[in-house]
């Protein structure tokens, strides 16, 4: 049987990385969840999008060095307790409960935030509304609703209403969101099965999914009213944003905004060491600064990485920091 433990130690294993796993109570706001945890230094905590769980940040939590790295499970996805979000009246303050509850448990005043997705949504909700525990936010994909992006639908990643354990629904997910086959971790395919069995997977992805549709998200005039340093690393294949998603963020954002060359929606899924110099670096200059403070604006290169296998991999040009 595959189950979710099993699937995520060979992911781990494959990455190189051997996190500690414990659980911890967020009352109000989707009760018990998971947290994934590396290395030691400023805290970072990581917020996964939909249809995934903390463990999709294994192959990042490898290469990022000088960091404790926290990957948290939303409430409805890995071992978090089931949650239907049509119970939920205000999304943003649900988010925010969450997130800054994920925070407090920890023993932390204050973190930075890097989400992928919806949580990229949640981190920028978090930022606004709770902004003495956010010292920066880094955007690794496209965020969910913010600045005109889409959120994620079952059909956007399977091409049917619901997502199934079939044949082939894994590779064909990861191809939907961008990403090159020959780039994947061993024992990838089997995590994304493991992750999508979980009891209520389905129900929380739906909910969730409709409830984020409907939230307002967060506009590029909301995005530049927040103090604190935000970084974006968009992947040129990612299919929830296009050049001028980056354009729009760029013009309103303190921190280097990044055009990630042959990348999909999650980048470190085509470039690990890439986006962990990225974040490491963009981390580095916040990691003094107060909750709410600002950082000196940078460009940063975007690696184009060797293939996993030499032979069918695509070739492509290098991105570069947005235009200002």
């Given amino acids: 049987m595959n189950t979710l433990a099993d699937a995520e130690g060979r992911v781990a294993v494959a990455c190189g990385v051997t996190p500690v796993e414990y659980l911890v109570e967020i009352p109000g706001f989707g009760g018990r969840t ?3 945890e590396s290395g030691s230094g400023p805290a970072v905590l990581l917020l996964h999008d939909l249809g995934t769980a ?4 294994l192959p990042l939590m490898a290469r990022l060095d000088g960091h404790r790295v926290l990957a948290v499970d939303l409430p409805g996805f890995g071992q978090a307790e089931p949650t239907d979000y049509r119970t939920v009246s205000y999304l943003r303050g649900f988010a925010v409960g969450f997130v800054h509850g994920v925070v407090s448990a920890l023993g932390l005043d204050a973190v930075a935030l890097a989400g992928n997705g919806v949580g990229g949504l949640w981190a920028l909700w978090t930022a606004a509304d709770r902004a003495e525990c956010v010292r920066a936010i880094a955007l690794l994909g496209a965020p969910a609703c913010t600045a005109g992006t889409p959120v994620l639908t079952q059909r956007k990643l399977t091409g049917r209403p619901l997502i199934g354990r079939r044949s082939g629904v894994s ?17 990838w395919a089997e995590l994304t099965e493991a992750v999508s069995a979980q009891p209520e997977y389905e129900t929380a992805f739906g909910t969730l999914s409709r409830a984020t549709s409907g939230s307002g998200g967060f506009g590029a005039t909301d995005l530049g009213r927040l103090a604190q340093p935000i970084c974006l690393l968009l992947g040129e294949r990612d299919p929830l944003a296009r050049l001028e998603t980056l354009g ?5 954002i303190s921190g280097p905004a990044i055009y990630a060359g042959a990348a999909g929606h999650l980048p470190w899924l085509d470039n690990e060491q890439g986006t962990a110099d990225v974040l490491g670096a963009f981390l580095a200059e916040t990691d003094s600064a107060p909750a709410s403070g600002r950082a000196d604006r940078a460009a940063k290169a975007w690696p184009v990485p060797a293939p996993r296998s030499a032979s069918t991999a695509p070739v492509a040009d290098p991105g570069a920091s947005a235009p200002r």
């Avoid at 903390?54 to 940040?57: C, E, N, Q």
């Avoid at 590779?171 to 024992?187: E, I, V």
């Fill in 248 to 252: 729009t963020i760029a013009d309103v």
């Fill in 171 to 187: 590779r064909d997910l990861w191809t939907r969101l961008g990403h090159a086959a020959d780039r994947l971790p061993d024992g």
């Fill in 34 to 36: 998971r947290v994934l």
């Fill in 54 to 57: 903390a463990s999709v940040w």
